[in-house]
């Protein structure tokens, strides 16, 4: 009997014990259910100007616009694969590999603002479809310069780096797991701009 008491005790203790085994496949779910995951942002002002002195035309026709817009850097979490998650249940780790960092030029429909206006008595005024020619200028522009800017684009990159990292530290810390983040490109950190529909 006292066999017995010691038997079912022990039988108690080993099921108090045994924690049910952690879903890998539905934490991987959880992480793509994330889709695209905005991590940094910067807002821009872009200038655009429109100067016409023809010779022979009475008067100036000048005008400066400007609108502002945002930088949106971002991971694609829907581009996650199971095998970039590794698990090691023995130290109790996982290697998470995310998709590189993208950015994008958020908003095409951004109001432009008029900053100076000289057009003469016998020029014609700026319409609509001319301040809409300059906007696309303005957003080819813009495009060309945030590319042959790696100092600018860099420092957005490795903002949304380190909250990525912070994040998925935390979240997996939350399942019971210390978490190894890397990124798919991390020999090469390019990301591409693109423009937002």
Known sequence: MKYLKFIV???LMIG???KPPIDHVAIYEEIRYADKMELASMAVTKTVKTERTDWYKVGKRI???????????YI???ELEPKDLEFDEDNKTVRISLPPIAIEIAGRDMELRKEYENIGLFRTEIDP????????LANSSLKKELNSNPEFKQKLIETARNKARKYFETLLKNTGYTAIVRFSDDSDTKADYKQAL
Not at 129 to 136: G, N, S
Request: aromatic share 8%.
């Open 63 to 73: 005008a400066v616009y400007s609108y502002d817009t945002h930088l949106k850097a």
């Open 16 to 18: 108090c014990t045994n």
């Open 9 to 11: 005790i022990a039988i």
């Open 76 to 78: 694609d979490l829907s």
């Open 129 to 136: 479809k001319e301040r809409a020619k300059m906007k696309e």
